[in-house]
């Protein structure tokens, strides 16, 4: 199993910014593409974002699309997401993942193929 630590969650206050980080501490040989998913109190775990790791391609759901970016530094082993214009809507756990089995456009956002995972980071966004 390759490790996934997660840092950089935090409150911050609506409007405000924060910055994820996802470092990878072992081998990512195997890994296609590293995204990011959150779970609030009482709902299911949703897709935030995702990104390609050798080509770099990003994707977004509407609800944070414009909002958030996401990117990695494959020297560093390292994915980030940079969270933009912060509702208190956003507060939720976030997760780092990986998969090796990612290859059309709908596996991204499929939490069933990841098949590594972080132990989340806190967000709070307060009004």
């Known amino acids: 199993q390759v490790p996934l630590v997660e840092s950089g969650g935090g409150e911050v206050q609506a409007g405000g910014s924060l910055r994820l980080s996802c470092a990878v501490s072992?081998?990512?040989?195997?890994?296609?593409?590293m995204g990011w998913f959150r779970q609030a109190p009482g709902k299911e775990r949703e897709f935030v974002s995702a990104v390609s790791w050798s080509g770099g391609s990003t994707y977004y759901p509407d609800t944070v699309k414009g909002r958030f970016t996401i990117s990695r530094d494959n020297a560093k082993n390292t994915m980030y997401l940079q969270m933009g214009s912060l509702k208190p809507e956003d507060t939720a756990v976030y997760y780092c993942a990986a998969g090796s089995r990612v290859f059309w456009r709908s596996h991204y956002t499929d939490r069933g193929r990841y098949d590594y995972w972080g132990q989340g980071t806190q967000v709070t966004v307060s009004s």
């Open positions: 072992g081998s990512i040989f195997s890994i296609i593409a």
